[in-house]
């Protein structure tokens, strides 16, 4: 073989490694920061009574959920709902997000609160551990002010993903905060597991 075919094929060879490493690392990075838009089918049904965003001061709104057995501290991002009417998800795996439109923490009602899975490459998201947590077991709200809400969990449900109650957003006969997140197996073709894990707290009373 001659230098100049040497040459030749060794740059074609570098140029295959080359495209191939960033085919590569578009696709890691895409499975490891992409998240979608919103959390599936999580219909958005509101308590009129329930006071939201815009009706509390901006220091008790929510900052951090804290929930010390699963070892979660978690920024809140606020979101709305997709064309669809579904409660929009967080835009990364480390943050959890509070549907900014329904209850605000702390307050009478049911503020909402989800958070994803797992990733593209199924690593752990923020919630990977959330159907692991028992009645009784403590969750907290750290707000904009510096304020700490303590809640407890009552009750733990497994839902269809298509099925979600509307009292997950509704129910307004004590100050509730209820958290959700994917379970169950992969739905083909839909980009959503088929079940729904909801945990449903209450606030303690100081």
Request: with cysteine.
């Amino acid at each position: 073989m001659t230098r100049s075919r040497t040459i030749a094929l060794t740059t074609i060879i570098g140029l295959i490694v080359l495209i191939a490493a960033g085919v590569f690392v578009w696709t890691f990075v895409h499975a490891v920061v992409y998240a979608p838009e919103d959390a599936g089918p999580i219909p958005v049904m509101q308590a009129g009574a329930s006071p939201g965003l815009y009706q509390v001061g901006t220091s008790s709104l929510p900052s951090r959920l804290v929930i010390p057995s699963l070892g979660i501290n978690a920024h809140i991002q606020y979101v709305g709902e997709n064309a669809l009417g579904n409660m929009r998800a967080p835009d990364n795996f480390t943050d959890v997000a509070w549907y900014e439109y329904g209850t605000v923490p702390g307050t009478v009602g049911s503020a909402v609160i989800d958070g994803h899975v797992d990733n593209g490459l199924g690593l752990d998201g923020v919630f990977k551990h959330l159907s692991d947590i028992v009645v009784g077991a403590d969750v907290y709200i750290e707000t904009a002010g510096g304020a700490t809400l303590h809640f407890k969990v009552s009750d733990i449900e497994v839902y269809p993903y298509q099925s979600v109650p509307e009292t997950l957003f509704t129910q307004n006969d004590a100050t509730r905060l209820n958290l959700i997140t994917c379970d169950g197996n992969w739905v083909t073709g839909g980009d959503t597991y088929d079940q729904r894990v909801v945990i449903y707290t209450r606030l303690v009373n100081p």
